[in-house]
């Protein structure tokens, strides 16, 4: 069973950064999506970034230019590097990725942005 384990959350004032990290265990390949998501108070759940298993890179469009997804394929982790955060990217981010039809999610990462 793959489990996931997010770290890096944190509070920032507008125009900070953090880094968030997502480390898979208990896989026996590597994944071929990794996602980033993120929930905010009394909104729906909305994609944020996703990284290939051959590095092709999306995003939306909110945190384009200002958020960067990577992923370190030894250690089965995957990153995201958020710049010039906004009051608007408070939300609880969640990492989530596939193994052939077989998604996991983490568990949460809470980020705020407040001045």
């Not at 900070?16 to 265990?25: M, P």
């Not at 970034?49 to 958020?67: E, P, Q």
Request: aromatic fraction near 10%; charge should be positive; charged fraction near 15%.
């Amino acid at each position: 069973q793959v489990q996931l384990v997010e770290s890096g959350g944190g509070s920032v004032q507008p125009g900070g950064s953090l880094r968030l990290s997502c480390a898979a265990s208990g896989s026996t390949s590597p994944p071929q999506f990794m996602y980033w998501h993120r929930q905010a108070p009394g909104k729906q759940r909305e994609w944020v970034a996703l990284i290939t298993s051959s590095g092709t890179t999306n995003y939306a469009d909110s945190v384009k230019g200002r958020f960067t997804i990577s992923r370190d394929n030894a250690k089965n982790t995957v990153y995201l590097q958020m710049n010039n955060l906004k009051v608007e990217d408070t939300a609880l981010y969640y990492c989530n990725i596939w193994i052939g039809s077989s998604g996991s999610w983490g568990q949460g990462t809470q980020v705020t942005v407040s001045s």
